[in-house]
């Protein structure tokens, strides 16, 4: 039996599950600030959550979705992204009426892509969304939250914001023809991908990553061109807000995101190096068509999502959670009892303290600094008989004797003189 991970998935232990969860409350706490609220939706969905709003053309419908059939023959997905599960949940819990909503979610994903760095079939995300206003304000304010998000955690100078407006359906339509006019007489020479693109999702080859597609692009057409003034003055205002709050920024016109649910403003955040060819931290935009499209009223709305293990391999030997942690040692077993009880009472007052189940006392003092905890309190027959400890701190190799009524006020003292 092969008891192996399934490809394009993976264990977080230790550092990186400590990682992981400081990413998870760091962007919850922000979030918070922006009046966000916590929201958890099942990890798997009815199949047509997906289908129809991201887009059946999209790579992740068309190819990436994990779907089965429950026992009860109906279809269900594992969710490949958070938007869709959050815009049902609005309908089916009645929230319609109670404008505007503000969710912030984490979890995990799947998408059944080709694995490689930063990119893997479960993934966790990090996502906001707001529903109910439209004003180029809450576009504004939703950059900034991811901003914020990557600010605190001191992520801010390895990331580029960049931005793009999608326009309305009609500006969208009338450049997608005439990208279309200008490519088919090209499509020889496009890539195999883009070459299907062109007839599934043309606007998509724009973000292709090779480099003859790219050549191509040049004197293609260009969105901002096709731009309604509605749709364009909407966009000019998002730009002077973002720089009216200090954000550094991009207008990228090829950005174009590959769900089908976006309009008008579209964003991404961008590693500028490190993560390899996957270097979208995180992007969202606006999707003020989704809601109806699932049978709901006409609510605007805009969102983001980041993923959190290509946060975590850009946070990667840059945090350093050391813990101040405390190992008891007990020289005996008769002294197990009393040191176990003591490792209580200092866990009690928030210390940090092990203790280990077996082992000499050179055993468990290797142990001790192999765990790279800062002190070993020792308990031996003299200690007990005298109602010390004595404490020995493990970087300078000095030794003191306690009293056991002051070790916690000693404990803490010597950790705050740290
Ligand atoms: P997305 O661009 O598909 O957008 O995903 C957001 C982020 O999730 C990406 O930028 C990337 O960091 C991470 N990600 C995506 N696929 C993978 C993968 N296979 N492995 C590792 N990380 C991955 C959305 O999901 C939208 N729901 C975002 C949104 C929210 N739009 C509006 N509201």
Redesign the pocket.
């Known amino acids: 039996m092969d008891y192996q991970p399934i490809r394009g998935t993976k264990d977080f232990l230790f550092e990186q599950s400590e990682l992981y969860r400081t990413i998870v409350d760091s962007a919850l706490d922000t979030a918070r600030c922006y009046g966000f609220s916590e929201i958890y939706t099942p990890i798997f969905e009815s199949s047509n959550v997906f289908q129809k709003t991201l887009g059946e053309s999209s790579d ?1 419908v068309s190819k990436e979705m994990y779907m089965l059939e429950d026992r009860g023959g109906e279809s269900l997905t594992l969710r ?5 599960p959050i815009a049902r949940a609005v309908l089916s819990n009645s929230l319609t009426q109670s404008l505007p909503l503000k969710f912030f979610y984490h979890g995990p ?1 799947f ?1 059944y ?1 080709r694995p490689q760095k ?4 479960q ?3 990090i ?3 707001l529903l109910g206003p439209q004003t180029p304000i809450a576009d504004a304010e939703m950059i900034q939250l991811g901003y914020a998000v990557l600010q605190d955690l001191g992520l801010e100078s390895l990331v580029t914001v960049h931005i793009n407006t999608l326009g309305d359906t009609d500006s969208r339509q009338a450049y997608r023809n005439a990208l279309v006019g200008y490519l088919t007489p090209l499509q020889d020479q496009l890539s195999e991908d883009s070459q299907k693109r062109l007839v599934s999702n043309p606007m998509r080859i724009l973000d292709s990553k090779n480099e003859e597609d790219q050549k191509l692009l040049e004197n293609a057409p260009k969105l901002h061109d096709f731009l309604s003034t509605e749709a364009s003055s909407y966009f000019n205002e998002v730009q002077t807000l973002l720089s009216q709050l200090g954000i550094p920024f991009e207008v990228n016109q090829k950005l174009v ?3 089908d ?2 309009c008008h403003t579209a964003f ?2 961008i590693a500028d190096s490190k993560l390899g060819s ?1 270097n ?6 606006r ?1 003020d068509g989704l809601i109806k499209q699932m049978g709901g009223p006409h609510i605007p ?7 959190i ?2 946060l975590m391999l850009l946070l990667e030997d840059s945090i350093d959670f050391e813990e101040v942690k405390l190992a008891v040692v007990p020289a005996g077993p008769e002294q197990e009892v009393p040191a176990f009880l003591l490792a209580q009472r200092l866990r009690a007052e928030g210390l940090y303290v092990d203790m280990g189940y077996s082992g000499n006392v050179s055993k468990r003092m290797k142990k001790a600094a192999q765990q790279k905890a800062l002190f070993a309190l020792i308990l031996g027959e003299d200690e007990i008989n005298n109602g010390t400890i004595t404490v020995k701190d493990l970087q300078s190799g000095s030794q003191q004797t306690v009293s056991s009524e002051d070790i916690i006020e000693h404990m803490n003292e010597a950790i705050d003189a740290i």
Request: zero cysteines.
């Open positions: 992740v490949p992204e958070g938007t869709a994903m998408r892509e930063g990119r893997s079939r993934f966790h995300q996502g906001v969304e995101r590959g769900l649910y976006y991404e955040f996957q979208a931290v995180g992007g969202g935009g999707y709305a805009i969102g983001w999502a980041m993923g293990e290509r």
